[in-house]
C-alpha cells in the first residue's frame, strides 16, 4: 500500500463521541486526502491537504474536521459521531496537484461503525 | 454533476475471456483514471488517459476514451482469477480558471468475477 498506513484499522464508536483516524505516510508526498466509501456512492472526497497546515473542503465535509501538523500525518476527526457517518475511510497520497497527471495511492482502510 | 458512471455494475466471466468495462461521465475532464479494489483492500491505480489521448495499452489492459461521446472503456484481455475485483473510473476536472473543481471524482464501480 506504497508506503500508507491508517489507524485504526476498525472503531466501533457511539453516536456522539468524538472520532479521530490517523492516515501516516512515508512517501513523503505533499498532497494527502481523506476519501468515504459507502454502498452505492463510490468514493467521495472529504477533505483533501496540500501542504502541513493547508487544507480544503472536499464533497462530503460536513461533519468532518482534519489537520496536518507534519507532513506525514493527516488526521480526520469527528467531533460527535452519527450513524450517517458508518463508512469505511480511505487515505490517499499524491505526489502533485490536481491538474497535472499524478495518481493518487491508497491506504488500506478503516472501517468506522457508529452505533 | 462530474461524476463518472461505471457500466455495467456487475459482470461475471469465465477465465481467458475478455472484460470490458464502460465509463461516462458529464463534464469537460483533464484526464481519466482507472482504479481496481480487491476485496477490503484500498484502490490501487491501473491507468491513466488524458484528454487529448484516444488510447492507451498497459499490459493486458487497454483503455479508450471518447471525449466527444464522454465515455472511456477498460479491457482486460485474457482474464485471470486474480483480476476479480471492483474496478472504478475516476475523473479529473478541468482547473478552476477554466470553471472546473479540480477534483479527482470516482464512480460507483463495475464489479468483476472471473470464475476459474
Known amino acids: 500500500d506504497a508506503g500508507i498506513t491508517q489507524s485504526p484499522r476498525h472503531k466501533v464508536t457511539e453516536t456522539g463521541t468524538p472520532v479521530t483516524l490517523r492516515c501516516h505516510q512515508t512517501?513523503?508526498?505533499?498532497?494527502m486526502y481523506w476519501y468515504r466509501q459507502d454502498p452505492g456512492h463510490g468514493l467521495r472526497l472529504i477533505h483533501y491537504?496540500?501542504?502541513?497546515?493547508?487544507?480544503d473542503k472536499g464533497e462530503v465535509s460536513d461533519g468532518y474536521s482534519v489537520s496536518r501538523s507534519k507532513t506525514e500525518d493527516f488526521l480526520l476527526t469527528l467531533e460527535s459521531a452519527t450513524s450517517s457517518q458508518t463508512s469505511v475511510y480511505f487515505c490517499?497520497?499524491?505526489?502533485?496537484?490536481?491538474?497535472?497527471?499524478?495518481?493518487?495511492?491508497f491506504g488500506p482502510g478503516t472501517r468506522l461503525t457508529v452505533t | 454533476s462530474q461524476q463518472g458512471e461505471e457500466d455495467p455494475q456487475a459482470l461475471s466471466i469465465q477465465e481467458g475471456e475478455n472484460a470490458t468495462m464502460n465509463c461516462s461521465y458529464k463534464?469537460?475532464?483533464?484526464?481519466l483514471q482507472w482504479y481496481r479494489q480487491n476485496s477490503g483492500r484500498g484502490l490501487v491505480h491501473l491507468i491513466l488517459i488524458r484528454s487529448n489521448e484516444r488510447e492507451k495499452h498497459s499490459g493486458r489492459l487497454r483503455v479508450t476514451l471518447d471525449t466527444s461521446k464522454k465515455s472511456s472503456s477498460l479491457l482486460i484481455t485474457a482474464s485471470r482469477a486474480a483480476d476479480t475485483a471492483s474496478y472504478f473510473c475516476a475523473t479529473l476536472g478541468p482547473p478552476f480558471s477554466q470553471g472546473g473543481s479540480e477534483k479527482l471524482v470516482f464512480g460507483k464501480g463495475t464489479k468483476l468475477t472471473v470464475n476459474p
Open positions: 463534464t469537460s475532464i483533464n484526464n
Open positions: 512517501e513523503n508526498h505533499r498532497y
Open positions: 490517499a497520497i499524491s505526489e502533485g496537484p490536481w491538474r497535472t497527471d499524478y495518481e493518487q495511492y
Open positions: 491537504s496540500y501542504g502541513v497546515k493547508d487544507t
